[in-house]
T-cell receptor, first 117, second 113 residues
Framework: GAVVSQHPSWVICKSGTSVKIECRSL??????MFWYRQFPKQSLMLMAT?????????EQGVEKDKFLINHASLTLSTLTVTSAHPEDSSFYIC?????????????FGQGTRLTVV | AQSVTQLDSHVSVSEGTPVLLRCNYS??????LFWYVQHPNKGLQLLLK??????LVKGINGFEAEFKKSETSFHLTKPSAHMSDAAEYFC???????????FGAGTRLAVHP
């Protein structure tokens, strides 16, 4: 199947700094990517839909100025957590959809564990 | 509104015995339902999906799930557990393809020798 690579897999940063997470589709082009957040022992929650060449669509309650999403190419979307605070510590996962012979399927990155100290 | 409830946060079975991971959903529309598996430090992998075709869906690695509209359930089963099945499993519902995936809280499956 298609491969989505997410980097870094884990990061520790100080409060007030910004962190960038990359999501790459390695062997296919993704016009749309999705960013999820997962708190410990909770569900994955969709944060935003990243659209190549246009602004991201954010879910209700997600601060677009805090979670900056850029989808500058068909293989790369980035999520930047700006002015990070301890409450931003979480597991972030991206996914991309691809149309295949079995229909549309979503492929997920391995996730990024962010810890803000 | 859509929602999905995974009834067990942890399931423990012995190798070679059947696996049952329970999932109930709520949806105002005809849903698409998925089961994903997540191994430690790896991304989510699709096990199987239901999209209004056959109610009994067969997936990879011997897993299957049955869509029961009357019970609003989509339980995941496997006849015989293998050690490599130990992982986190997510039940997911969507009414808009892959644009709006609603995840369950997950069930951690442990397999003992």
């Amino acid at each position: 199947g298609a491969v989505v690579s997410q980097h870094p897999s884990w990061v520790i940063c100080k409060s007030g700094t910004s962190v960038k997470i990359e999501c790459r589709s390695l062997d296919f082009q993704a016009t749309t990517m999705f960013w999820y957040r997962q708190f410990p022992k909770q569900s994955l929650m969709l944060m935003a839909t990243s659209n190549e060449g246009s602004k991201a669509t954010y879910e209700q309650g997600v601060e677009k100025d805090k979670f900056l999403i850029n989808h500058a190419s068909l293989t790369l979307s980035t999520l930047t957590v700006t002015s990070a605070h301890p409450e931003d510590s979480s597991f972030y996962i991206c996914s991309a959809s691809v149309q295949g012979h079995r229909g549309t399927e979503a492929f997920f990155g391995q996730g990024t564990r962010l810890t803000v100290v | 509104a859509q929602s999905v409830t995974q009834l067990d946060s942890h399931v423990s079975v012995s190798e070679g015995t059947p696996v049952l991971l329970r999932c109930n959903y709520s949806s105002s529309y005809s849903p698409s339902l998925f089961w994903y598996v997540q191994h430690p430090n790896k991304g989510l992998q699709l096990l199987l999906k239901y999209t209004s075709a056959a109610t009994l869906v067969k997936g990879i690695n011997g897993f299957e799930a049955e869509f029961k509209k009357s019970e609003t359930s989509f339980h995941l089963t496997k006849p015989s557990a293998h050690m490599s099945d130990a992982a986190e499993y997510f039940c997911v519902v969507s009414t808009g393809g892959y644009n709006k995936l609603i995840f369950g809280a997950g069930t951690r499956l442990a397999v003992h020798p």
